[in-house]
């Protein structure tokens, strides 16, 4: 029996490895410590209520932004490993098959579990304080989605100390994914992990696209939308014709590997170039997804710390939705040098410059809004200045890859890894921290330390072109994506010690970004303007942090800057210095549910069952989802009020008019 | 603190508030397009996957036409029943509807039964999921539409429950117009699966 066990948990448990050892224990650590603290604390039921239930799109998009910052850890974390183990030539930090696990965990985190949540987090945060609404169109929807990411990202992450993590690269192409070459559980976590937390991804992007359509304030027609709401509207139309087409694909390699089908098999009549069609048809649309928020975000800080309206907003718009219709023409570029010929070749090679055009109508777009205006250099501008030169950098090196006979040559290289590290981190990263700077007092009510913020900046900075320009120079100099190391003679040695660097200098900026957060948490200078950037739209016209209601009267809207140009009358002595006492009337408000956290856990556990093969479990899982669903179309609650008097009550304290 | 809402004072609507079913009705047609792209991708790994038998039969020897036009003419009925149900609902009758809707569901699960007989026929006759890449497409383009009208099945029962519960308001209004949509959908997908995986693959 004895025997037995020990056998079973040196194949369940990830062993032999003193890294991931040290990676038992502290994760052992923090759970205890974590469970300790709310019982010691006695805040279990606090934290059920307020947090673990709520359908609150403010705190929703809390969770989003924070579990993203602990993924940007783990995936950072991975990066480091990989730049230590590139350092030096024939260096042995890694194993060969640990490093295709690292690299291939770090690519799926950033992406999938860091960038998308960072993303939804600011689409949550922001998108219904923006339009004026009350909440989302579906609450609970985004409640569940949030449960669902999460416990996928879980699954996934547990990969590295049970049953060992994917190796087969972030997008496993087969027939290296198939089970004849990868028997082992981590393609399994693979599969469900991104599965059960894509399945979120969708219902968001259909949640948001509704609550974009249906839920403006009026008078805010569609041209008069913030730039970042237009963002998320064009991102959500990608999101919903991108991810079933990646959900259909991992449901394929699953039925490949699960019950002996011959999609991509070699043997068969399998089609391993099916695969890699299928998913880059939702891969190149996902880059775009997380890109384009980004933009949106520069938008909206570029005009307000250059203090005019956005220049050029119409063909920012016209930019925006022409991205998300093309970025839908562009997936074979992913690979040029499969033979599909010149003709297929020239089609994907032209529809990826074209992408460079109303890319760049944006990058001036930008610039001519700066032109002539009085510019603050705040943390949110600091970021969006740095930026583009970053993505102009990145563009330009993109539309180098997409000439198709040239690719042949850096195909797979490092010059590849070098651009869309670029792209990926100069324009997604950029963009979500200066999101975050700029929104982060409209969710916290104080803003984060401005000293702290600025060191972290500069080291992200330099980091990241110490890090990546010798990387262009890598790959022409034939150095390949992957390789686990190099011999001395390769003459790859120098550059690479000069990227390692500029990765533990990026790593170095996030620690300045940790100790930022937490200074800033214990030394907050309460904001009670609301309006703490002198800003443009209608978020800013609350109190900091929202009450949950978002706003006690809904605002009519008259202009793309509400805000911005109801201060410009004010100044002008237009209006009246103080607003008639408002009527308030009682708000409805949906009711929290533990629902979407138990339905989240029971598919997580239906993954974890299907990961290992444990058909019991797997139905099990299957079972409680289902029954999950019965029990919330049989409900029947359809929220609550706040009366009136609260309302009121609310709004006098958060606006010191008590 | 906050007061409960009563059923009845579910349709009055207070100053910018949003008539929730309007956006579920909005919400679901934004889910069936994502449902399109989804059946989408598997008609377009059926369609470059169905000639690799790999030694295994081909379409034109394991299709059996007759069950499959019985399918079809079963789905397409239950298709016209759905409609009949709105159209009871719309007059208000709940009897009508409740009725309507078990004809429906009796004419899916017709339906399924008689493709669960189709699959279980042609295992036997040696062409199963892992036979070649042609025959694991075919169960999976065909095995996701039935996996679709199954879970239709099992809604409908838990509509019916409600609309004999609470009779017809603006909730289960709303449940009934987007399940005959569902419906309807379905029965659009089957045309197409008909089309290019039965008849071209007989012809």
Redo the contacts between chains.
Sequence with gaps: MLENIKEFASEFFVTGDPLIYGADVSIALVTIAIVAGLTYFKKWKWLWRNWLTTVDHKKIGIMYILAAIIMMFRGGVDALMMRTQLAIPNFEFLHPEHYNQVFTTHGVVMILFMAMPFMFGLFNVVVPLQIGA?DV??PFLNSLSFWLFFLGAMLFNLSFVIGGSPDAGWLSYPPLSELQFNPGPGQNFYIWGIQISGIGS?AT???F??TI???RA?GMTMMKMPMFTWSVFATCVII??A???L???LA?LF??RF?????F?L?????PM?YIN?IW?WGHPEVYIVILPAFGIFSEIVSVFSRKKLFGYTSMVFAMMIIAFVSFFTWAHHFFTMGSGADVNAFFAISTMLIAIPTGVKIFNWLFTMYRGRIRFDLPMLWTVAFIPAFIVGGMTGVLLAVAPADFQYHNSYFLIAHFHQVLIGGVVFGYFAGMYYWWPKMFGFKLNETLGRWSFWFWNIGFYVCFMPQYLLGLMGMTRRVSTFDWDTGWGPLNVVSTVGAYLMGIAFVFQAIQIAYSFKYREKDTTGDIWDAHTLEWTIPSPAPEYNFAI?PVVDSRDPLWVEKQRRAAGKLPKKDAKPKY??I??PSNSGIPIVFSTFFFIAGFGFTFHWVWMAVLGLAGV?ACM?VR??N?D??????AE?VEKTEASLRGTL | ?????S?ND?GHH?????DPQ???M??FW??L???V??FG??FA?YV??HN???GGPSAHEVFEMPGVIAETFILLTSSFTSGLAVLAMNKGNVKQLIAWLIVTFILGAAFIGLEVQEFVHLVHEGFN?????????FF?LVGTHGLHVSMGL??MI?LI??LSR?GIND?TRGKVNVISLYWHFLDAVWIFLLSVVYLMGVM
């Design positions: 009350r169109a579906f969708l992007g259909i949640n696209l509704v359509i249906k839920m009026p919903i014709f991810f079933p087409i959900t259909v694909t394929l039925l490949d019950g002996g089908g011959h999609f098999t043997d068969g009549g399998g089609n099916m299928l048809m809904t009337e009682p409805h408000m289902l019965v179309s049989m029947d359809e929220g609550f009020y706040i009366p609260e | 603190m906050a007061q409960a809402v059923q579910h207070d100053h910018g508030h949003h309007e956006l579920k909005l919400g934004i889910f397009i994502t449902d792209v989804l991708t598997l790994t470059v996957l690799n038998t790999a999921f892992g036979t070649s890449a042609f025959s694991t497409s999976t099992g809604w838990l429950i409600q609470r909730v």
